[in-house]
C-alpha cells in the first residue's frame, strides 16, 4: 500500500483555568500514528464493464483480478463487515454490491475471515478507499483480492444498480476487463447463464465431517446451553475450516456459526 506514516505528539494543556497551566500534573501527552494516502491509487486498474441480462451496461473501474466472470448480482446493505462477505460461503457464484459508498478504509486482516478463501464471484463497490487506517491492517483490498483472483469494479452508478434489484430482483451479470469482448457478447453471456440447478454446495463444502480442535481466544468466549456441562456435537460442513461456529441448541439442529470451542471443546 503507497502510504505515508505521520508520527506527532499531540499536547493537551488543562482546560480548566483554576489550575495552574503547563505544569507535569495537568499536561497529557498523547502520540498518535496515522496512515495518510499519497493521493494516487496504489492498486492498478483498468476500464471494466458490468453487464446485466436486462440489457444494461455499467462503466466502471477494475481492481483485483482482471478477465470476465459471470454470475448472479445481489446487493449487501452493511457499513462494514466487508472481509466476512468476502469469505462467506453463501455468496458462491454471485457478485455482490455493496451499498455503502466507500469500501476498503480498514484494509484486510486475518482476525475477520469467515474461511481461508473468497467464494463470491465479484465484488461491486461505489469508491476504493485509497488509503487503510486500522490497526490490524495486514495489507489493503485489491491486493487481497488479487491474491485471491476475485474480480472487483469501483466508480459505478451503486445506488441506481441497488434500486434496479429491489425492482427487479437479482439479475445475472458479467464482470469483463476484456476490451476485445463487445457488449452484445456479455450480454448474451448473461442471458445464457442461470444459477438455478448449479452445484454451488460441493465448490465449499468439505470431504468428510472433521473435528474442530483451535481452542477460542479468550476475548470470545461466552456461555451457551442449559448448565456449565453442556456439550455441542457439531458438523462442520464448509470449506477451509470456517472459523466461527455455534450451537441452536433451542432447536433439533445444534449448529451456528460463532465461537464456542472454549466452552463447549467438543466440536
Not at 480548566?16 to 486498474?45: D, I, Q, Y
Not at 480498514?106 to 464471484?121: I, K, P, R, W, Y
Not at 457439531?234 to 456459526?257: C, D, F, N, P, W
Amino acid at each position: 500500500m503507497a502510504t505515508k506514516a505521520l508520527s506527532f505528539t499531540l499536547s493537551l494543556n488543562d482546560l480548566f483555568s483554576s489550575k495552574p497551566p503547563h505544569t507535569a500534573s495537568n499536561l497529557s501527552v498523547f502520540s498518535v500514528r496515522c496512515s495518510a494516502g499519497n493521493g494516487e491509487r496504489p492498486w492498478k486498474n483498468s476500464d471494466a464493464r458490468l453487464v446485466l441480462e436486462d440489457g444494461s451496461i455499467w462503466k466502471a473501474k477494475s481492481f483485483g483480478a482482471s478477465g470476465t466472470q459471470v454470475g448472479e448480482v445481489v446487493f449487501n446493505t452493511s457499513l462494514t463487515g466487508y472481509q466476512e462477505i468476502l469469505t462467506d460461503p453463501s455468496y458462491a457464484g454471485q457478485f455482490v454490491l455493496m451499498t455503502n459508498p466507500q469500501i476498503g478504509n480498514t484494509g484486510v486482516n486475518f482476525d475477520d475471515e469467515e474461511s481461508a478463501q473468497c467464494f463470491l464471484s465479484g465484488l461491486v463497490i461505489r469508491s476504493l478507499s485509497i488509503s487503510t487506517s486500522n490497526w490490524r491492517c495486514v495489507k489493503d483490498l485489491g491486493d487481497y483480492l488479487t491474491e485471491r483472483n476475485v474480480m472487483g469494479i469501483y466508480d459505478v452508478d451503486t445506488r441506481a444498480i441497488t434500486r434496479r434489484l429491489r425492482e427487479d430482483g437479482s439479475l445475472i451479470g458479467v464482470l469483463s476487463t476484456d476490451n476485445s469482448k463487445t457488449d452484445e457478447e456479455l450480454i448474451h453471456m448473461s442471458k445464457s447463464w442461470d444459477i438455478v440447478g448449479v452445484d454451488l454446495i460441493s465448490g465449499v463444502s468439505c470431504k468428510s465431517p472433521y473435528e474442530w480442535i483451535d481452542r477460542t481466544k479468550e476475548g470470545w468466549e461466552f456461555s451457551t446451553g442449559e448448565g456449565p456441562r453442556d456439550t455441542f456435537h457439531l458438523l462442520t460442513i464448509l470449506e477451509s475450516s470456517i472459523i466461527y461456529l455455534g450451537a441452536l441448541h433451542r432447536m433439533a439442529v445444534k449448529s451456528l456459526l460463532c465461537h464456542l470451542h472454549g466452552q463447549h471443546p467438543k466440536l
